[in-house]
């Protein structure tokens, strides 16, 4: 999950703030200064979709950043779960504030933001309870939590794309918010495991856990954890990646459709380019979602890899942003 979230929009957050009135020099604002600003502007303007927006980002953005290298996370479980607990409620409102599903760019971002903040509390619970408890520690998921079809539909392309019992390592907040979403919020693929390649490198107590769980050997570096992986579980790297990661030791990956693939490959027949669809990214493009564009940013590659899947997309009439798929 990106980490970047809450200094971007303490930002956001002073650029848009009212000018303060003429004082002697303060410190400059600290996070909380400027989330108490978000605050203060909410409860003066309660039916602003995008001050709720802003404000679910930058505690969801928090509660990333509690999985960093002072991992507050384990440290205080209580403020982090509050954290969370606060971005659910803020991008919830901005949701509903903001419109039906598809009806606006601030309520479909809210709705994807969501994700990813019952995502973290997954996280959250991966490290206390271990995997089986990611989900179960927080209760049902809520009956509303969606993402726009065109995210469900990179999810389920990104899980159909994987061998049984594998772990799915995801690049970045669209197609882990989108993989994540279909296996727990939607139940397709329960064998599979998805983690963010990124929180597997970067925080030891996540990877920690995960090695236990998963009865890996204990190793200091990150990667040589991912090459231990490999030898016991298939392993996929979803083609939102530019390339299959870069390990040392090294790894062999081969090419799938949408997904590169290391390790025993187990049982299960692959799924045929033919079978995968895109035609909620055609919808997508058609509306100017922008969540389309990380979507057929991961499809284009996986095409120049995988030219068999033109056949697919063509079906679906998104041969022309395809390069590799133009005739």
Known sequence: MATSLCSTLVLVTLLQAPPPTPTPPTPAASPEDSLATLRGRATRDSTDAQLWLLMGRAYLGLGAEAHGATHRASEDSVWTRAVLDTAEEALARAAALAGPLGSST?????????????????????????????????????????????????????????????????????????????????????????????????????????????????????????????????????????????????????????????GPEGKGSRVPPRDFVFGALRVALDANDPWAEPALTAYARAARTTPALCEAIATFRVSSEVGTCRR
């Not at 996280?123 to 009956?143: F, I, N, Q, R, S």
């Not at 994987?162 to 197609?175: E, F, I, K, R, S």
């Not at 236990?212 to 016991?232: I, N």
């Open 106 to 262: 601030v309520g479909d971002s809210a709705r994807v933001l969501r994700v990813g903040a019952w995502a973290a509390r997954s996280w959250l619970g991966w490290e206390t309870g271990g995997v089986d408890a990611g989900v179960e520690t927080w209760g049902p998921l809520p009956m509303d939590l969606r993402v726009p079809p065109v995210l469900e539909e990179l999810g389920e392309n990104l899980l159909r794309a994987c061998p049984a019992g594998g772990v799915l390592l995801t690049a970045g907040d669209a197609d882990f918010y989108a993989a994540w979403y279909m296996r727990f919020a939607r139940g397709l693929r329960p064998d599979l495991l998805v983690v963010p390649l990124a929180a597997w490198r970067s925080d030891a107590v996540l990877r920690a856990r995960l090695a236990a769980d998963l009865k890996l050997k204990t190793h200091a570096g990150a990667d040589a954890w991912l090459g231990e992986l490999v030898r016991r579980r298939p392993v996929c790297a979803s083609m939102a990646f530019e390339r299959p990661p870069e390990t040392r030791p090294r790894i062999r990956w081969d090419t799938r459709p949408l997904v590169w693939v290391a």
